[in-house]
């Protein structure tokens, strides 16, 4: 197709509201620049589809993720903005809901919009009752949702117990909607039993929120070093707080697979290090782009009061298809290969075992500390013969414990967030003890991220982040009101999600191009 | 009734006691409270007309009917004996279609620490363990050894230990596993005698016994009542079954299960299944 058919499709595109056309113009736009600052080797791999980058733009002019130190804003209030520090609970709320507005990312739109029970609950007060803390949340979802359009969106709560959380979770579970995306940060030292099993209740109803390992997130940042705090962001993504990640770029593991000769020796110790090394020049390209020449931190407002600082970026180094590609380079069918057997499980920790000690020991300029950080990478809507991250292919899970057990070792490397997603049968809706032990179990044992898609919910998680099945069905005639929704349906057609067990593949954003096919 | 309680228990002269075991689940959220380990015992002393798993009410009798049928050659007949090879099979259950009386020849032995080392995997998952069937009390030796395993055992003795039975058991059978339970989940099936011994085979005097028994050490979990339209819904049973539930005046559990002709052999086939909308009316005309 050429540019001129790819533009003119965009625009008389029936489905697409005003802001989505404007939107996918300028992603097409920017596709269009032609600017290779890589080998051509690492050339042949991105479009080999060996490496994948996300289809972020061939010239980066803001960071994949933005994740703003919203409590210093709030104390400080913004020149940009013309905004005073806020003194009560409505003037925190408005003057969130205008920053949000202002923090850019990846698609256009905030990924983060911080810890807001941590964020609000100093303006809250005994003169507020629980129903008047309801009714302003709930008119804050709802401004969320109708203003910034887009499941990527993401908001955190805990590990503490307080009103606002109480009161978030309480909304959430009322509204059904799928902005914002929500995470309950779990301590079992922290978090009390009622606030989890609220959460737990909400998820049986509507697969809201994600449960995050909390201290296991803590100590891993911690142990990096120039702690401020993290924040879980889009689908699904732990990143430094007052910060955030200039890009992801992710390896295609079946297809790093295909390229070896089919021995693990030569997987690991030629394969994967081989691309690893042009996925690094492809990383480092693109964010000395962005750092040095589109220059989004030097004149962003964000950068100027301080409330995001560009030496706490990273860049994500991301990995799917570990299931397909254990089981190519095994010989064996998916049923009877990972997550399957012992000799895949442990050779898929190998894997992961490599892929880490490359993150860890690779130097990266422009970077927080110097260096990447590792990503078990959700998948996108057109990943058709691969499995999100280090998950069991769709409708070849085993029971829900060995799924768990079969993930857990890996988890513990992907400091950069990590989702597999479990699906539940409906009957855990009469039991929801039964999903707060599993979760509480997987948790102690080392799982960084606890997501389940129960099955029939009209809510259903596309990796990290959700899509309403009556969207997806609404979406091919009539478009949708919500940006993402299209790559839950196009996922649903290129994967089949829906067809099988419960849950979805995931996505974010790519040029309009691949959409319309 | 065909069976009979000749089970091939197998002992080394120690200790180690097994069960015969159709089936085991890590996780179920619907055989008692919070998520559980479910093992399912192979042997009931009913007959139910509309058993879910009729494949689970008898002992294999070794008759090689289902060999020969068998399209991944899973099964042998060796010394008299059916062998069942579990990497084999395809789980396809045309055995189970094809054998004569009402069993299954992919039963497995096994002993009391192999179950163990399975839970011990589960455990930082579970709420605690549900022995289910057929009917786990058929196999009441293999019962006490594993609860008192399981409780004997300082990483697994948190977990609850729950039966899920017909109520059929003895007081003083139920007495004797009483130390090493923690409670049951009884299966009411009709409440007028005759109409439970046409539906069951046996009569329901020792299933209110039970109920009442357990109720009284308060170590009754959940009723549950599985509704049959026009057999075990009418008037007479619904009052029935209220005052009942009434007089045992304490808050246990009451759950009520739909009948389905789905996966039902013989004459059950025919009858109705109950509707969502259905249990939901009659769980609430007996609402307490």
């Given at each position: 197709m050429s540019y001129q058919q790819a533009l003119r499709q965009i625009v008389n595109?029936?489905?697409?509201?005003t802001q989505q056309k404007a939107r996918y113009l300028s992603l097409q736009a920017e596709s269009m620049l032609d600017c290779p600052r890589w080998s051509e080797g690492a050339q042949e791999l991105l479009d080999s589809g060996?490496?994948?980058?996300?289809?972020?733009?061939?010239?980066?002019?803001?960071?994949?993720y933005v994740m703003p130190d919203y409590e210093k804003a709030l104390k400080k209030g913004s020149d940009y903005l013309e905004l005073?520090?806020?003194?009560?609970l409505d003037e925190a709320i408005n003057f969130l809901l205008i920053l949000f507005n202002h923090v850019p990312s990846v698609t256009g739109m905030p990924v983060f919009v911080g810890r807001l029970d941590k964020l609000l609950m100093p303006f809250?007060?005994?003169?507020?009752s629980d129903d008047q803390l309801k009714k302003k949340i709930k008119l804050m979802w709802q401004m969320i949702d109708r203003t910034?359009?887009?499941?990527?969106l993401h908001a955190n709560i805990g590990p503490e117990d307080n009103r606002v959380a109480r009161a978030i979770l309480s909304v959430d579970g009322e509204l059904e909607?799928?902005?914002?995306n929500l995470t309950l940060r779990y301590d079992p030292e922290i978090t009390s039993d009622g606030l989890l099993n609220q959460a737990i209740e909400n998820i049986s109803k509507t697969n809201k929120p994600h449960i995050a390992n909390e201290a296991l997130n803590v100590a891993d940042f911690k142990a990096l070093g120039d702690y401020q705090g993290y924040g879980i962001a889009s689908c699904y993504n732990c990143l430094p707080l007052a910060g955030g990640a200039h890009t992801l770029v992710r390896m295609n593991l079946l297809k790093a697979a295909q390229q070896s000769e089919g021995s693990e020796q030569d997987f690991l110790e030629r394969v994967i290090p081989e691309i690893s090394e042009k996925m690094y020049e492809i990383i480092q390209a693109r964010v000395n782009y962005l750092v040095n020449d589109s220059g989004f931190y030097k004149e962003s407002f964000l950068v100027r009061e301080r409330?995001?600082?560009?030496?706490r970026f990273t860049a994500m180094f991301g990995v799917f298809g570990m299931a397909e590609a254990v089981n190519h380079l095994l010989g064996v069918e998916a049923e009877k290969g990972y997550g399957h057997t012992i000799e895949a499980k442990e050779f898929a920790i190998r894997i992961t075992e490599k892929l880490a000690a490359i993150v860890e020991s690779t130097k990266l300029e422009n970077c927080w500390h110097s260096r990447a950080l590792f990503h078990s990478q959700s998948g996108?809507?057109?990943?058709?013969?691969t499995s999100a991250g280090c998950r069991i292919p769709y409708g070849v899970e085993p029971s829900t414990l060995e799924h768990i057990l079969t993930v857990i070792p890996h988890h513990r490397h992907f400091t950069a967030g990590v989702s597999d997603i479990f699906p539940i049968d409906e009957t855990i809706k009469n039991n929801p003890q039964a999903l707060a032990t599993i979760c509480k179990g997987a948790i102690a044992q080392g799982l960084r991220m606890f997501t389940v898609n129960v099955a029939n919910?009209?809510?259903?998680?596309?990796t990290g982040y959700m899509v309403r099945r009556s969207d997806i069905k609404k979406h091919k005639e009539e478009g949708s009101r919500i940006n993402s929704t299209v790559f839950g349906a196009e996922a649903a057609e290129n994967c089949g999600i829906l067809d099988r067990k419960s849950r979805v593949i995931s996505n974010e954003f790519q040029p309009w191009v691949a959409m319309g096919e | 009734m065909s069976f009979s309680l000749g089970l091939p228990w197998v002992s080394n002269g120690r200790t180690t006691v097994s069960g015969l075991i159709s089936k085991v689940i890590p996780?179920?959220?619907?055989?008692?409270?919070?998520n559980r380990f479910v093992i399912f015992l192979q042997g009931c002393n009913f007959n139910c007309k509309?058993?879910?798993?009729?494949?689970?009410i008898n002992f294999c009798?070794?008759?090689?009917?289902c060999v020969e049928q068998c399209p991944s050659e899973a099964l042998s007949l060796n010394d008299g004996k059916i062998s069942w090879n579990s990497r084999q099979c395809?789980?396809?259950d045309q055995c189970l279609d094809i054998c004569?009386?009402?069993?299954?020849?992919m039963v497995e032995e096994k002993t009391v620490e192999e179950l163990l080392q399975q839970i011990r995997v589960a455990s930082p998952f579970i709420d605690g363990i549900t022995l289910s069937g057929?009917?786990?009390?058929?196999q009441l030796k293999f019962v006490k050894a594993f609860f008192t395993a399981v409780k004997n055992d300082s990483a697994l003795n948190h977990l609850t230990c729950l039966i899920d039975s017909?109520?059929?058991?003895?007081l003083s059978a139920w007495k004797s596993v009483l130390?090493?339970?923690d409670g049951a989940m009884i299966d009411l099936?009709?409440?007028d005698a005759d109409l439970h011994k046409w539906l069951t085979?046996?009569?329901?005097f020792r299933v209110f016994q039970t109920i009442e028994y357990l109720a009284s050490v308060s170590k009754l979990i959940e009723v549950r009542l599985l509704i049959i339209p026009n057999i075990n819904d009418t008037a007479e049973e619904k009052m029935a079954v209220k005052d009942y539930l009434s007089s045992l005046n304490t808050n246990i559990n009451i759950k009520v299960n739909a009948f389905s002709n789905k996966a039902v052999k013989g004459e059950a086939i025919d009858w109705l299944s109950l509707s969502e909308e259905k249990k939901a009316l009659y769980l609430q005309s007996i609402n307490r």
């Open positions: 595109d029936s489905r697409l509201n060996v490496v994948c980058d996300m289809f972020e733009g061939n010239a980066p002019f803001k960071p994949r005073e520090a806020p003194e009560d809250v007060n005994d003169g507020i910034l359009p887009d499941a990527f909607q799928v902005v914002p409330f995001i600082d560009p030496n996108i809507s057109i990943d058709a013969a919910n009209d809510l259903v998680r596309v | 996780f179920s959220c619907v055989d008692g409270p919070g509309n058993c879910h798993n009729p494949q689970t009798n070794h008759c090689g009917d395809e789980s396809c004569p009386v009402n069993s299954s020849p057929g009917e786990a009390t058929v017909n109520g059929y058991l003895p130390p090493v339970m099936k009709a409440m085979g046996r009569d329901n």
